[in-house]
Nanobody, 129 residues
Framework: QVQLVESGGGLVQAGGSLRLSCAAS????????MGWFRQTAGKEREFVAA????????YYSDSVKGRFTISRDNAKNTVYLQIVSLKPEDTAVYYC??????????????????????WGQGTQVTVSS
């Protein structure tokens, strides 16, 4: 069982930056790949970024590549999402998810929300123009 708590969202102006955090409970954090997704009203939750259990591999959606950076600190049971050059279209609720480790890290596999067994409650990011 993994419990996830996101933080760090807020209201920022376009062009600004934010760092989202996701703190995980439990002693097996390093056994999970972690992902960030986002969702706006009336739309499906969409993939943003994923990171392998060892942090050696990352994968991003094309829409955020170059502006978003996912990282993790297994000693702190925390995964981060650094966002720069925020755009109004980045406005969404951001969720982190935990997905069980597999034999190897596949970005396409971990970009699918159905692969994630655990989710946090989300943190709102609002970008004003």
């Amino acid at each position: 069982q993994v419990q996830l708590v996101e933080s760090g969202g807020g209201l920022v102006q376009a062009g600004g930056s934010l760092r989202l955090s996701c703190a995980a409970s439990g002693r097996t954090f390093s056994s999970y790949a972690m992902g960030w997704f986002r969702q706006t009203a009336g739309k499906e939750r969409e993939f943003v970024a994923a990171i392998s259990w060892s942090a050696s591999n990352t994968y991003y959606s094309d829409s955020v590549k170059g502006r978003f950076t996912i990282s993790r600190d297994n000693a702190k049971n925390t995964v981060y999402l650094q966002i720069v050059s925020l755009k109004p279209e980045d406005t969404a609720v951001y969720y982190c998810g935990a997905s069980a480790r597999t034999l190897y890290f596949s970005g396409s596999y971990y970009s699918r929300r159905e692969q994630y067994a655990y989710w946090g409650q989300g943190t709102q990011v609002t970008v004003s123009s």
